[in-house]
């Protein structure tokens, strides 16, 4: 699933083939990913105008056209942007192609169209579209951070990735920067110390800055993240077998030797 590196990643490909040339030609090879829009009023609204400096915010990609509508973006679990030219062959997952000048063409691929694209009017609109998520997890200062995490009674795996608490982090993220952390999953959010929320705070930082140029959440040989999906997968931190769970659906990876319960 695409999380804060890789709509990062996105929003720089919207960057360097979009930004500044007019909209050409809207064509929706799926209204299926258009949400609260019609075909017909996603093409009026955008044709003729130019993107300009594109957006990010969590998970959400903001495409603003100057003093028109801004195109919002969510991926999903499979959904990406391509940059490509008018005459290249559709993929079967191009679900949204836009024609800008200079013969380029930025494609919303997407192949189980769990997201897709919204159009909002104005500023307003934009807020209130965002209205539920929380700090973007690259942004948010420490004082926001620690607050939000003090007040929750969740475990802390569900509460980094409830994008209402902070947004951008996901199913990845989370496992790296608890295992950077040194936190147990399962841990109550509200029961860390303040050490703990402190030490979890700057790992957060570390990782997304580490992650962000990568475009992903890299599968690097020192991170959790390249061996999570080992046959049998260990520490490359301790050497120890790493352990899989699920938590509220989703699998979750941890070293119960460098993550102790804390208890």
Same mark, same amino acid.
């Not at 105008?49 to 990010?56: G, V």
């Not at 402190?198 to 957060?204: A, E, K, Q, S, V």
């Given at each position: 699933?695409?999380?804060?590196?890789?709509?990062?990643?996105?929003?720089?490909?919207?960057?360097?083939?979009?930004?500044?040339?007019?909209?050409?030609? /809207?064509?929706?090879?799926?209204?299926?990913?258009?949400?609260? /829009?019609?075909?017909?009023?996603?093409?009026?609204?955008?044709?003729?105008?130019?993107?300009?400096?594109?957006?990010?915010?969590?998970?959400?990609?903001?495409?603003?056209?100057?003093?028109?509508?801004?195109?919002?973006?969510?991926?999903?679990?499979?959904?990406?942007?391509?940059?490509?030219?008018?005459?290249?062959?559709?993929?079967?997952?191009?679900?949204?192609?836009?024609?800008?000048?200079?013969?380029?063409?930025?494609?919303?691929?997407?192949?189980?169209?769990?997201?897709?694209?919204?159009?909002?009017?104005?500023?307003?609109?934009?807020?209130?579209?965002?209205?539920?998520?929380?700090?973007?997890?690259?942004?948010?200062?420490?004082?926001?951070?620690?607050?939000?995490?003090?007040?929750?009674?969740?475990?802390?795996?569900?509460?980094?990735?409830?994008?209402?608490?902070?947004?951008?982090?996901?199913?990845?993220?989370?496992?790296?920067?608890? $295992?950077?952390?040194?936190?147990?999953?399962?841990?109550?959010?509200?029961?860390?110390?303040?050490?703990?929320?402190?030490?979890?705070? &700057?790992?957060?930082?570390? &990782?997304?800055?580490?992650?962000?140029? &990568?475009?992903?959440?890299?599968?690097?040989?020192?991170?959790?993240?390249?061996?999570?999906?080992?046959? /049998?997968?260990?520490?490359?931190?301790?050497?120890?077998?790493?352990?899989?769970?699920?938590?509220?659906?989703?699998?979750?990876? $941890?070293?119960?030797?460098?993550?102790?319960?804390?208890?």
């Amino acid at each position: 699933m695409p999380e804060l590196p890789d709509v990062e990643g996105f929003r720089k490909v919207l960057e360097s083939c979009a930004k500044g040339r007019v909209i050409q030609r /809207v064509e929706v090879r799926d209204a299926g990913v258009l949400h609260g /829009v019609s075909v017909r009023r996603l093409r009026d609204a955008l044709e003729g105008r130019r993107f300009t400096e594109p957006k990010r915010h969590g998970k959400w990609l903001l495409a603003p056209t100057g003093d028109g509508p801004t195109l919002m973006l969510h991926f999903g679990m499979t959904g990406r942007l391509v940059c490509g030219r008018p005459g290249d062959a559709a993929d079967a997952h191009d679900r949204v192609l836009f024609t800008v000048g200079g013969g380029r063409q930025l494609r919303y691929r997407d192949q189980r169209k769990l997201q897709g694209l919204w159009l909002a009017g104005d500023d307003r609109d934009v807020a209130r579209m965002l209205d539920r998520q929380g700090p973007d997890a690259l942004a948010v200062d420490r004082a926001e951070f620690e607050d939000a995490l003090s007040s929750r009674r969740g475990r802390v795996k569900t509460v980094l990735t409830d994008q209402s608490v902070v947004a951008g982090l996901g199913n990845l993220l989370a496992d790296e920067i608890l $295992w950077r952390a040194r936190l147990r999953p399962t841990r109550r959010a509200g029961d860390l110390t303040e050490d703990e929320r402190r030490r979890l705070y &700057t790992h957060m930082r570390r &990782t997304l800055r580490s992650a962000v140029p &990568t475009g992903c959440v890299p599968p690097r040989d020192s991170w959790l993240t390249g061996h999570r999906d080992d046959p /049998v997968p260990t520490c490359p931190r301790c050497g120890n077998p790493l352990r899989r769970t699920r938590m509220a659906g989703r699998g979750t990876v $941890w070293c119960p030797h460098c993550q102790p319960d804390g208890d």
